[in-house]
């Protein structure tokens, strides 16, 4: 691996020609407008604004239905023609089209009629909603001629940039800042990608990031390559609409990071209406924080448009993103859906997770515990109508933050391979309320 | 939570009417044949044989086809028909559908030619197949009037039990061995279960399980409600042929715990034949373990047709079972269909882990890298045919078990977030190999 090999300046143009069968024709910028080729470039030249893919929605209106899609793969690339990759080589890892769960249980315990988790804990290779967004991205690098692929992660993107890199064959450079939870440092590693350690927080790694792509030439899935890598996510709004019977729901909960997410599930669900698969409706969007990391809420909190960065510092590492790059885009979103954006602070964080797991079976990481408590938070507020139906986004495990509720949540009670010695351990538990025998010694 | 409001002598009866709308009439001895109503018992009163569920294969076979299957939800109740469960209100928390991947990276690595990775390493909702048949026995478990679950585990089925339990509201108490990996406790504490680590290896935690069963009258999913829960393991079988395009493979490697897994694999697999959803033809079936617990490979390999037990000592805690009781029909299964059941070193089994994550992105726990490490060696010796369509199992999760590869995979790179910094550290790395590389300093 070097870095000449994988530049892709050369080959970009080449391989844009395979696009003739694809859906997308090209770059735009999201704020002046101007126009570009669908290669390796993720800011606008003129005005510094992102660059979004252009779609042709006719061609797309016309080639999918309802029943094209069901007989598509069971993962994203069931929706491919929305998706900005051009050839049927795309990278299938069984990536999406995970379960929208009926939470019955934790719906009662908050006192609201009809909720749905979308469990992305369970997304499939490395258990977190990156999957998707590095599926795109990856096979876009693949396209655009990248034979070297890198990341700056807060842990799941590392994870999920070396799984699917391993599988397709592709070289992998991961950057993390150096203060990671040790099971996502581990599930990266065992991947065997080059892993660098930064010592700094995201937004440092970040910045040193994009001077990387600069210099070697190498396909970022969240720098350069981010305006294909970003639309994977709009497949969390995909599904969320064909799993509720091709309906869209009346209010979502989902975490917010850089924003990227939050937007692209909205855009997902105004793609389906454009083209005709669902009908219109209004949706509400509130998005979740973590106090120690919350310049959106803060924002909204205070009704500016603008974001000012703050430096992180929560066991939320995953959305602790201090200067979001789709920041201001979510706070629109928010506004204009009449919903809200709330933070927890690292408390309600745990007893977030915690929630989840006992009422529903779903163990999340710390991400999924502030997007919990958040929406009991709004609930609470009568911010969230008990009559909405509401789907919460849950994107990633809690095997890979174990350290966030360690010690919340009681130990085993030793007991010696003796049924005397059971009995006298069960009659203990038994006098000791729920939160509270785990931690007896008998 | 009491042992006598979960006692289901009474309601067993009574529920057991409910069963007029199943395929299903009952339980039967393994050994002696004689027959049983479908309650909670698994063993033969008359010669302690094993109790199998007894199916009305007619019945099925006017039910199913492979076009109502897969209409059928993406979970392991598409395949219903074939399932132990009487009524429409079974537990499915989207278990199942598992990927089958197509595994062309190993495959070449190895040198065999068309090999694919059946992967429950990412099995919904806790990741690891035993979502598969606690789904199946909690489901049989409510019919039968169970209001508290119980199973002694070796981690994955400890973890299954209690989300599943917490999805569905029952009362659950786990009971494993003291000394498990910190992830598999942690995944079952956060459910909030009642959790008894017993100073004692797993084949001592069953027996005191045994006992428990008896006084306190609770389902344990693997032992009076075994008949019905190993059932779920024949799902393994049946997506397997469905996702090779209705036909069943040359070969499948599988790990051998007690046995029961790799014998309802193939139990599966006779059941589409038998109905005839695929055609008939040989499959060579092959299994796993541990050299530190390997009674059956033992067997196998001294030519016995009886288990002698063994106390376990591997790093594969999740497959350590000494004693194991499906062993001798695992046994018979190998011998008849020209298979193998051999045994890998630990050494073995953390090199597995790191070949299958480095050449397919798949991160598996202790269980999949033995499997896979007896997979190279079986190819190795030529005791799988370069030819042969063969099929891998595996059945858990990495994340559970980070212990078995910290130490073995090296470290990041520590930098600063400065350009220069990085630079240095990327030459260096470029004149290192690939393993020696992470754990450099710079």
């Given at each position: 691996m070097t870095s000449t090999a994988s530049n892709p300046t050369a080959t970009a143009a080449t391989n844009y020609s395979a696009d003739r069968h694809a859906n997308f024709n090209g770059l735009k910028c999201k704020e002046c407008g101007t126009e570009y080729e669908a290669k390796a470039i993720h800011v606008c030249e003129l005005c510094f604004g992102p660059l979004e893919v252009v779609y042709d929605y006719e061609a797309i209106a016309e080639k999918v239905s309802r029943e094209s899609i069901k007989?598509?793969?069971?993962?994203?690339?069931?929706?491919?023609?929305?998706?900005?990759?051009?050839?049927?080589?795309?990278?299938?890892?069984?990536?999406?089209?995970?379960?929208?769960?009926?939470?019955?249980?934790?719906?009662?315990?908050?006192?609201?009629?009809?909720?749905?988790?979308?469990?992305?804990?369970?997304?499939?290779?490395?258990?977190?909603?990156?999957?998707?967004?590095?599926?795109?991205?990856?096979?876009?690098?693949?396209?655009?001629?990248?034979?070297?692929?890198?990341?700056?992660?807060?842990?799941?993107?590392?994870?999920?940039?070396?799984?699917?890199a391993a599988?397709?064959?592709?070289?992998c450079c991961v950057f993390i800042p150096a203060d990671l939870e040790a099971g996502k440092v581990l599930g990266t590693l065992v991947y065997a990608p080059k892993v660098f350690a930064v010592q700094g927080n995201y937004d440092q790694v970040n910045r040193l990031c994009s001077e990387v792509a600069n210099t070697h030439g190498w396909g970022f899935v969240n720098i350069n390559l981010r305006p294909y890598y970003s639309e994977g996510s709009k497949t969390l709004g995909f599904e969320v609409a064909e799993q509720l019977g091709w309906k869209l729901p009346d209010h979502i909960v989902a975490p917010l990071a850089s924003g990227s997410l939050y937007t692209k599930i909205y855009k997902g669900f105004q793609e389906f209406v454009k083209v005709g698969l669902v009908d219109d409706k209004?949706?509400?969007?509130?998005?979740?924080?973590?106090?120690?990391?919350?310049?959106?809420?803060?924002?909204?909190?205070?009704?500016?448009?603008?974001?000012?960065?703050?430096?992180?510092?929560?066991?939320?590492?995953?959305?602790?993103?201090?200067?979001?790059?789709?920041?201001?885009?979510?706070?629109?979103?928010?506004?204009?859906?009449?919903?809200?954006?709330?933070?927890?602070?690292?408390?309600?964080?745990?007893?977030?997770?915690?929630?989840?797991?006992?009422?529903?079976?779903?163990?999340?990481?710390?991400?999924?515990?502030?997007?919990?408590?958040?929406?009991?938070?709004?609930?609470?507020?009568?911010?969230?109508?008990?009559?909405?139906?509401?789907?919460v986004y849950?994107?990633?495990?809690?095997?890979?933050?174990?350290?966030?509720?360690?010690?919340?949540?009681?130990?085993?009670?030793?007991?010696?391979?003796?049924?005397?010695s059971f009995e006298r351990a069960f009659e203990r538990s038994l006098t000791l309320d729920r939160l509270e025998w785990q931690t007896v010694s008998v």
């Open positions: 007989e598509g793969p069971i993962s994203i690339w069931r929706y491919r023609e929305f998706l900005p990759v051009a050839t049927d080589d795309y990278i299938d890892t069984s990536t999406g089209m995970t379960p929208l769960l009926k939470a019955n249980r934790l719906a009662r315990r908050l006192g609201i009629k009809e909720l749905y988790i979308k469990n992305d804990a369970v997304n499939m290779p490395t258990l977190s909603f990156k999957d998707r967004v590095v599926s795109v991205a990856l096979s876009r690098a693949r396209e655009l001629g990248f034979s070297t692929v890198s990341c700056a992660s807060t842990g799941n993107l590392a994870n999920s940039t070396a799984a699917i599988h397709a064959g592709l070289d209004p949706v509400r969007f509130s998005g979740a924080q973590a106090e120690g990391c919350s310049p959106i809420a803060q924002a909204f909190r205070e009704g500016r448009d603008f974001i000012a960065p703050v430096k992180p510092k929560t066991i939320a590492k995953s959305i602790a993103i201090g200067n979001p790059a789709d920041g201001v885009y979510a706070l629109d979103i928010a506004r204009k859906t009449n919903g809200n954006i709330e933070s927890v602070n690292d408390a309600e964080i745990v007893e977030g997770m915690k929630l989840l797991a006992e009422t529903e079976g779903v163990f999340t990481e710390t991400a999924g515990g502030t997007t919990i408590a958040v929406l009991k938070k709004l609930v609470e507020a009568g911010k969230i109508n008990p009559d909405e139906t509401t789907v849950i994107t990633g495990n809690g095997l890979k933050t174990q350290e966030a509720v360690q010690g919340y949540i009681g130990e085993p009670l030793q007991i010696e391979p003796k049924l005397d």
